[in-house]
Nanobody
């Protein structure tokens, strides 16, 4: 059974940082794609940053290119999203999603497996 469990969300002041974790199980950690998405109240879900384990490619949406970084640690079965210089507009529920097996990076919502989400709230 594939499982993705997010953690690391919380309340932070503008300008602060958080590290979100997505612990994965139930599929090969050598050939997968992971995406981080977010959904703010009243808004549609949007992609944040995505990674391909087979070639190490990553992609981050423009709003996060200078502030967010995706990384993986296969030894810990975990993918991270590092959020720096957070803004109130970053307040949302953040989800990780996965496809496996998979080759290449994808940053659309065409993922099979989804986590339950973790809340990030940024105060001004």
């Amino acid at each position: 059974e594939v499982q993705l469990v997010e953690s690391g969300g919380g309340l932070v002041q503008a300008g602060g940082s958080l590290r979100l974790s997505c612990k994965v199980s139930g599929f090969s950690l050598h050939n997968y794609a992971i995406g981080w998405f977010r959904q703010a109240p009243g808004k549609e879900r949007e992609a944040v940053s995505c990674l391909s384990s087979s070639d190490g490619d990553t992609y981050t949406e423009n709003f996060g290119k200078a502030r967010f970084t995706i990384s993986n640690d296969n030894a810990k079965n975990t993918v991270y999203l590092h959020l720096n210089n957070l803004e109130p507009e970053d307040t949302a529920v953040y989800y990780c999603a996965a496809n496996s097996p998979w080759h290449g990076v994808i940053c659309s919502s065409a993922y099979t497996y989804w986590g339950q989400g973790t809340q990030v709230t940024v105060s001004s």
